[in-house]
């Protein structure tokens, strides 16, 4: 019995994983079903896209009015899915469905040398976002936000969460995760962005370059150490590069096609993006660039600005009608800090940011990159590129074979690794780029065993990138060697992925047991929740934020900052008068990072419960009378 309960827990998940992309499926295939996509991966790519964007759109407004409630969501996308489906387009969906699955049926056929790893590699990373939450983001303010709204129904304001003001597009995408379900399928959405980008990649590269290029570039990218680890978790890192790719995607079918509509298309995913992440920013400053430096007329450039502008600006507009401040917390020098951040808080945050991480930003470490990405990883926080990755840093070696798509993608790829290197280096911030070091890697690995299979069989007349361009003149021996190179290539990820196969906590009771034995916070958790003890100010638990059910604050930034109390924790009167003060009943500290801190309690405060890992006090107000 146990095992069908299992079975039918990871069957339940993935069913709802499987209603949210349909009805993205069906969103995409009504906005672009007169238009003709190249191939049936660059449908499903674009389709998937664009309908998740068009359900975030949805989501907001229903949130910023505060109708957060399973039947105003229900009906609302069920009314967009009927009125997509209405009248005679209900058959020519059925039509196109059917079409599609001969198609893909019919290429599976010839690709049936290669079907069979990629299922289980597919199958293998299906497992990882099945655990409780445990990334320090997720759990210190994506989920807590995505709670918040739902307890809320809908988009109010926290100023004791890290970063309340932010663009929190796939917040609200975790939002309707936990309003039907629950934190798992929040950490699936994040996870299956990664394998949607990657159908993408591989119908890109099979446009562009071939379908081995195209199926070894994907793979390179799902086999990265750093899109591994995030697929455990509730991040918005994925969400961000899922859109950036998809801008990218529709700019460059914009270019070829020079069908207005795409760069349409192109301008709402990249609003999708900047309403995900600041980091998106960045990208509509590039992309601009872009269409001016084609010479292309003035009109293109503000459309595509306007359409950035109409999709990506709600959170912005927001941030600014609350704080004055719409990149808050980024513009205070500009627009001037506000009650939510100080001056200090935002000085901490970019150094944070910009000064911690990384190496020298200098020219001799800029050369020694592609070593220290892969000797010293753990200077650019979590994570790690694969290694065929390191053949992005050749591609300017290969800038002269490269067909104009080639030489594209690497100017575009190495202006960002430039800007990343001279700014962040958390290689997080990287990740946008990602498909596309995986594209241009794959395509000179396969221009390299292409040259070496040539040069055995005494057969290489052509320059090497027509060779990787042809893929009608590889042999069955040729696409077997493909084939076990990129065997390896799986096994050695996962042979030195850090990820173990767990029994997968399906129960409430061991769901809990999990927790406490991942985090030693988690037992004041359990504490924390079993009482009902609420207003709580805590140090060094901000990671037990999604967690705590009753009111806990306490960060480094914010109105409850740590540093508003660090003059008078050594004094127990003043530390208690100041925590009375500010509403607070109980006083949560993290030893193990508040060691550092001479804190006294021994007045004024009552041990509720102390471990080697902290202690939860009582504010004493019997002793103040």
């Avoid at 292309?296 to 507009?317: A, E, M, N």
């Avoid at 067909?403 to 575009?412: D, G, S, V």
């Amino acid at each position: 019995m146990e095992y069908i309960h299992v079975l039918l827990w990871f069957l339940f998940h993935y069913f709802s994983l499987f209603c949210i992309y349909t009805v993205a499926y069906i969103f995409g295939w009504r906005l672009l079903k007169h238009k003709d996509i190249p191939n049936l991966s660059g449908r499903v790519f674009i389709f998937l896209t664009c309908g998740i964007g068009v359900i975030i759109s949805a989501l907001f407004f229903i949130m910023l009015f505060k109708v957060f409630y399973k039947s105003v969501v229900l009906i609302t996308l069920i009314g967009i899915v009927v009125l997509c489906l209405k009248g005679e387009d209900l058959g020519r969906f059925k039509i196109f469905i059917k079409e599609d699955i001969r198609l893909s049926g019919s290429k599976s056929k010839k690709w049936y040398w290669v079907f069979i790893p990629v299922l289980l590699f597919l199958l293998y990373i299906l497992f990882r976002p099945l655990y409780p939450p445990g990334g320090w983001d997720d759990i210190s303010y994506h989920l807590p936000y995505a709670k918040y709204y739902v307890e809320n129904n809908g988009l109010v304001l926290n100023p004791y969460l890290r970063y309340a003001l932010h663009p929190h597009n796939m917040n609200i995408l975790y939002s309707m995760a936990l309003l039907f379900y629950d934190d798992i399928l929040a950490q699936m959405i994040h996870a299956s962005m990664a394998i949607v980008a990657a159908v993408g990649i591989y119908s890109l590269g099979s446009i562009i370059f071939n379908r081995i290029a195209a199926l070894t570039a994907a793979m390179i990218f799902l086999c990265s150490p750093l899109v591994l680890h995030l697929m455990q978790m509730a991040y918005i890192d994925l969400g961000l590069m899922l859109f950036i790719f998809c801008t990218y995607y529709c700019f460059s079918l914009w270019l070829t096609t020079q069908e207005r509509f795409w760069l349409y298309l192109a301008g709402a995913s990249l609003g999708w993006a900047v309403g995900t992440k600041y980091l998106g920013l960045l990208f509509v400053l590039l992309f601009l660039m872009w269409i001016i430096n084609k010479g292309k007329k003035t009109r293109f450039v503000l459309v595509f600005l306007l359409i950035v502008v109409v999709v990506g600006s709600p959170w912005y507009i927001r941030n600014y009608l609350i704080s004055k401040d719409p990149i808050f917390p980024f513009g205070g020098k500009i627009f001037g800090y506000s009650w939510l951040w100080n001056e200090n808080d935002a000085a901490g945050q970019a150094n944070d940011l910009y000064v911690e991480h990384g190496t020298p930003r200098t020219i001799k470490s800029f050369l020694a990159l592609p070593r220290n990405l892969v000797a010293k990883k753990e200077k650019f926080m979590e994570g790690a590129i694969s290694p065929p990755m390191l053949l992005f840093f050749l591609a300017f070696l290969f800038y002269a074979w490269g067909n104009k798509h080639f030489r594209q993608m690497t100017i575009f790829s190495y202006l960002n690794l430039l800007i990343w290197f001279m700014t962040t280096q958390i290689l997080r911030y990287f990740l946008p780029v990602l498909p596309f070091v995986s594209l241009i890697s794959a395509t000179i690995f396969v221009m390299f065993i292409s040259f070496v299979l040539r040069r055995a069989s005494k057969a290489f007349r052509n320059n090497m990138f027509e060779i990787v361009s042809t893929p009608d003149r590889w042999s069955s021996w040729a696409k077997g060697t493909i084939l076990l190179i990129l065997l390896l290539i799986v096994g050695l990820y996962i042979k030195g992925d850090n990820f173990s196969v767990e029994a997968i906590p399906t129960t409430r009771q061991d769901r809990e047991q999990y927790l406490l034995n991942k985090m030693p916070g988690y037992k004041f958790v359990q504490m924390i929740n079993g009482r009902q003890l609420t207003d709580i100010y805590s140090i060094g638990y901000e990671d037990m934020q999604y967690f705590v059910e009753g009111k806990m604050v306490g960060d480094w930034f914010g109105p409850m900052r740590y540093s508003s109390l660090y003059p008078i924790l050594k004094d127990c009167d003043k530390l208690y008068e100041k925590l009375n003060m500010l509403g607070m009943k109980y006083f949560l500290i993290n030893k193990r990072r508040a060691g550092q801190w001479e804190i006294n309690t021994k007045r004024n405060f009552q041990i509720l419960y102390e471990n080697e890992d902290g202690i939860l006090l009582k504010l004493d107000h019997s002793m103040q009378e």
